[in-house]
Structures are given as structure tokens and as C-alpha cells.
């Protein structure tokens, strides 16, 4: 018989839904979600669930939705698999299902992450802007 393997995506995977009917189907996926939602203590489900889409999008929300969605879904399918790997902060989704680390540490870890990612955005963003106001004015 073959191997198993679980590869989990990484961000831009995400849609307002996802998670949903693993949810409604299952008490493991359910109890991923509830488990996440304590750990940042916000409903991060409802956020999957319902969106709003734009807030969804947030890196700082997307990246521990993705890792959320990705779990549950695992933990509804029960499969035994023989290998996991993950595409960037899939990465973090790989590791959880793998044991090397828990849950509600890797979804507070991503989320940091995420904001991390979204600062530098803002800040990348800011200094070009200024940038170019100076190309501007000095013409």
C-alpha cells in the first residue's frame, strides 16, 4: 500500500466559509475551533464562518484562520497519514499535525506572525509614498 501525505496550503487560500461544514459535521473540527477561539480569546470561527471578507483578508486574521481551517479539517477527515508538509505558514499546520507543536501555541505564534507581516506592509507602503512625495517635489 501507498503513503500518506498531507500537504497543507498557505495563505491566499483562505475564503469566508472555510471550516464550516467541518464544523457543522464534526466534533473533533468543532473542538479546533473552540480551541483556537479560547487561545485568542476572540471568535476567530465566527470570522471564518461569516467574515466580514475584507477582515478575513487582514494577514494578521488570515494566517491563523488558514491554520485553524487546515486542523479541523484534518482532525474531521481522522486519517492516518505518513508524512505532512505545508507551503509557507502551511508550514505551522504541518507541525501541528505532527505533534512538534500545539495547537493553540502555533495559532497564537501565526498570529503574531501575521502582524509582523502587516506591519511591514504599512511601513514599506508609508516609505514609498514618502519616497515618491520627494521624487515629486524636488522636480
Do not use: W
Not at 46 to 55: A, K, M, Y
Not at 68 to 96: C, K, N, P
Not at 117 to 136: C, F
Amino acid at each position: 500500500m501507498g503513503k500518506v501525505a498531507f500537504v497543507f496550503p498557505g495563505q491566499g487560500s483562505q475564503k469566508v466559509g472555510m471550516g464550516r461544514d467541518a464544523f457543522d459535521s464534526s466534533g473533533a473540527a468543532r473542538a479546533v475551533f473552540e480551541e483556537v477561539d479560547e487561545a485568542l480569546g476572540e471568535a476567530l470561527s465566527q470570522l471564518c464562518f461569516e467574515g466580514p471578507e475584507d477582515e478575513l483578508k487582514l494577514t494578521a486574521n488570515t494566517q491563523p484562520a488558514v491554520l485553524t481551517a487546515s486542523i479541523a479539517t484534518l482532525r474531521a477527515l481522522d486519517a492516518e497519514f505518513d508524512v505532512v508538509a505545508g507551503h509557507s505558514l502551511g508550514e505551522y499546520s504541518a507541525h501541528v499535525a505532527a505533534g512538534t507543536l500545539e495547537l493553540a501555541d502555533a495559532v497564537r505564534l501565526v498570529r503574531k506572525r501575521g502582524q509582523y507581516m502587516q506591519e511591514a506592509v504599512t511601513v514599506l507602503s508609508s516609505n514609498r509614498s514618502v519616497r515618491k512625495s520627494r521624487e515629486s517635489s524636488s522636480r
